[in-house]
């Protein structure tokens, strides 16, 4: 009595699980299914295989026999099966040593959406939106060893702290976005932006010599109008460090003569660009 109970309390799970759930053979034709599974492919299908696009089958053929083999004792697969929608397959022996797999099969596409949201606001900048150090880094790396082309700006802002003394910080944080919005409105489709932390931030350029120069300047009196427009009566400005790339460079090399550019720019008498020359020790004014 009590194994005829068991058995009728795993049917009633198997068949009213919100699980997918099916037992197949190895090659995939279906034993028995649930109803749930009808959510991944119709009820006229005889083959797990038509859940996912004939691209993918051989991958999961290959699971399926490995497990039925004793090769592996169980497998679990992502699969995209259609525009935007994503299922995972795991599967292991039935243990009533038929032969047969029991797969289960879930859909993970709010998954992957609530992963990717997360990866994307693990690499950008809370309050700006902009890229943060470590996407910048990646990206500034990625540049320099596929195409060491372009131009790095350091950029920190003048007259920053004087905002937050006498506006506040709420206002300190409305300037900032108006930087990163002027910034990322002042860069091309190939180039990033980033807020390194605090009022310093840095950009990737796709251009060098005069046009990288240009830009910088242009940047500096948006940020002005910018910041303005923002808090009335803040007067913000950009010191500006700017170096070539140059290939065989190391990139802590070329990140470290841009920072010092900046510093002699604020020193200079801020609100200019001062560019670090091919040695990466001298500095020209600008």
Do not use: W
């Not at 998954?111 to 994307?120: I, P, Q």
């Amino acid at each position: 009595m009590e194994q005829q109970l068991s058995g009728q309390t795993v049917q009633f799970m198997f068949e009213n699980s919100p699980i997918g759930m099916c037992s197949v053979s190895a090659e995939g034709t279906i034993v028995r299914r649930n109803a749930a599974c009808e959510t991944f492919l119709p009820a006229a299908e005889t083959s797990i295989l038509a859940a996912i696009p004939e691209s993918q089958r051989a991958t999961l053929l290959e699971a399926m026999r490995a497990v039925h083999a004793g090769a592996e004792r169980a497998f679990k697969l992502a699969f995209e099966s259609g525009p935007d929608r994503g299922i995972e397959i795991s599967g292991m022996p039935m243990r009533a040593g038929s032969g047969d797999l029991m797969l289960h099969i879930v859909d993970i596409t709010d998954r992957r959406r609530r992963e990717s949201e997360l990866r994307e606001a693990a690499e950008h900048d809370a309050l700006t939106g902009l890229d943060n150090v470590r996407r910048f880094r990646r990206a500034f790396d990625n540049r320099l060893a596929t195409r060491p082309f372009g131009t790095l700006l350091m950029i920190d802002l003048d007259g920053f702290k004087a905002v937050n003394d006498s506006y506040g910080h709420k206002a300190g944080d409305e300037v900032l976005v108006a930087v990163a919005a002027t910034l990322r409105e002042s860069i091309g489709p190939s180039d990033c932006a980033a807020r390194l932390g605090g009022d310093e931030f840095a950009i990737l350029l796709s251009i060098e010599g005069s046009l990288a120069f240009d830009t910088a300047a242009s940047i500096i009196a948006r940020i002005e109008s910018a910041a303005s427009a923002a808090v009335p009566g803040a007067r913000v400005s950009a010191s500006i460090g700017l170096v070539t790339l140059l290939g065989g460079s190391a990139a802590s090399a070329l990140l470290e003569a841009a920072d010092r550019a900046m510093y002699v720019a604020k020193r200079a008498g801020k609100g200019r660009t001062v560019s670090a020359d091919h040695d990466l020790r001298s500095h020209r004014a600008s």
